[in-house]
């Protein structure tokens, strides 16, 4: 049997580590040579396929590609196209055939999350259908945490450290100057529709008087009298009030407050985030002093305080991915498992992709304090070991050394373009 | 001669590593002795001394005291209470000095910025009307950097290390994803009235093409259509733009853009900082899907990425005040100076204090590039060694393990309160 080559590509929003498993796809398939032909990464996700633009990892040296444990992004460019049904866009399905077939592709491996598996899963039915040869396996990537059957995603751990860092860190400035002015802070992170990033944030909290005061959770309906009361005790108890939102927060109609602000009384655009708004609410009925941030991207780009276990379990799907595929198995996504016991410890399994492609993990109730605002300590044990451990990447000239790669394109097989 | 005490006090805005300089201040006075008494820190700043709120460093273990250098925040808590002059609030300069007399102080270092050293200066000319002897020395801090005379400001260079970092992170992820989703980010950092944290973030850009592609300084007027046409041009070169914006940015006519967008025309407030509004013109004009962050407090807080050059100077500057105050210098304010040479070394000075009081110092002209847009290398040449080297705190549980004091005050000695 000739030896095939691999396609891979990033999908969806990038995180700190998804070149991690990049390197581990192509690191352990150069050590592969024998059975794997080169590795080729699509240029912006599936796109790449189907414009026949496919980068030549092999034109990469191994320093360059060493690099890209450490360097934030995607380095080959992601997107978020989402594959329709094969009755609906068979000349799609066809060209991707077409383009594999072209550069002797044998193995497909997408890293993203639910949407990308989907897309992964449609590959797979459709390679069968075609009676194509192929290899189809979801590495599973995505800094909301919210895939189904693999016990956290990668990407979301250093997620979680980066915003409990931060809100500790942020604390510790408003506590020094609250008993004279500023007395409440609020700091906006991601999760449209689960709240583990939100959550992540209150393990910084070791003691009763520690940041954050107050999680809103977008699981949890807004309720802005009990939030207001909160707030109010928090200031009355420690002097101050730290407050992390989710970007997810809906009140009782299931409404993004977020989005409740984009237009004032006359339909005015208003410009900001939910922690803007959280902040106007405190000042107008609460009269405190406030600041807000809003981490937006700076919390899944933050390399420079990854989680050393989410780098570790990132490279290792990239490899497993790679070991799969050698010994046969195909139409599964790769999954982190946690084993029983009291310290934390993971192994790599998997799961048919049809089993977790479109669904959404939301944070469970247990995980959640009864009040709402704060994590129990059932969510503590599972969170706390994903943020353990520092992976630094190398500095020059007092900042990262991000690897800065080549991307030589493939040249062109097929005369035929995409439309 | 009966050993005197320390008085020091943390005031305006607290940093990354105004602590350090608490842990340089407490360390060098327990090397001495023989020659200094305690070490009483002021509860939130000078109020600590009106109020008789006085912390007893010498209750706290030498592990606490150490923790401090990699602390951030003000440990002690910090204020932003100007004194008067000394025709104006007589009263408040007895207390002083009746609290100081009580307390047996003979020293007086206080840790902050332009406004704390018209106040160090103030209590300096004070206790010499009075015939109080007294030595008055100042430490410097800012993360603003525009102190007059000495060469930097402690605190500044971790926070421009942090943008510089942060905006190199979210580059990479937007560079990722801009073909097909969001072609323009836009950070929003401090510097109410000078660019300098702003153009630290221009430390990230090695080659033309790199983040960030546009700076936009407080020193330089917002100009719309060139700033438009710069950001066009960049999505159109690079494929998008990533933008810093300073807080303290300002129209034509002077008016802060963050102050423009307060309130619409119908008065309605607006809830954003300065980041949303360049968005949403963005948006309007260019039609380019964004993202945007303000990094607010986090910027200031982040001693996990504090720079070592800022963290050893803040220490060093703490060391040097009790040095010098042995000496019998008083009514200085200690300074950075830089050697002359190629490469970076740096010594530490003094100035009298009423020629740094009330000064601030913006970013020259020939540090801002022709366009107005970015910075020269001169401005690189200043700025690099200042975010040079890592100084990592230690972690406990995925989490930097910032020091708990406990922070006992001592008994009260005199039996007036300050009104």
Known sequence: MAKKNIFYAQSGGVTAVINASACGVIETARNHRADIGKVYVGRNGILGALHQELYDTSKESAKAIA????????????????????EE???QYQRLIDVFDAYNIGYFFYNGGGDSQDTTHKISQMAKHLNYPLTCIGI????DNDLAVTDNCPGFGSVAKYVAVSIREAGLDIASMAETSTKVFIMEVMGRHAGWIAAAAGLAKEEEAD???IILFPEVPFDEASFLKKVATSVKD???CTIVVSEGVRNKDGQFLS????????????????????????KTKLGYKYHWAVADYLQRAARHIASKVDVEQSYALGEAAVLAALEGKTDIMLTLDRKPGKHYRWSIGDVALKKVANIEKTMPKRYISKDGFGITA????????LIEGEDYPPYKNGLPDYTRLKKVLAPKKLDTDFA
């Not at 059932?378 to 070991?385: G, I, N, Q, T, V």
Request: hydrophobic share 30%; aromatic share 10%.
């Open 67 to 86: 690099g890209l444990r450490y360097t934030p992004g995607g380095a080959f460019g992601s997107c978020r196209y989402k594959l329709k049904g094969l």
């Open 89 to 91: 866009h068979r000349a």
């Open 211 to 213: 940041p954050p005061h």
């Open 140 to 143: 599973p990537k995505t800094v």
């Open 238 to 240: 420690y002097g101050y």
């Open 259 to 282: 989005e409740q602000g984009l237009r004032d009384a006359f339909g005015h655009a208003q410009l900001g985030g939910v922690a803007p708004m959280i902040a106007q609410l405190v």
């Open 378 to 385: 059932a969510c503590r044990d599972y969170l706390s070991p």
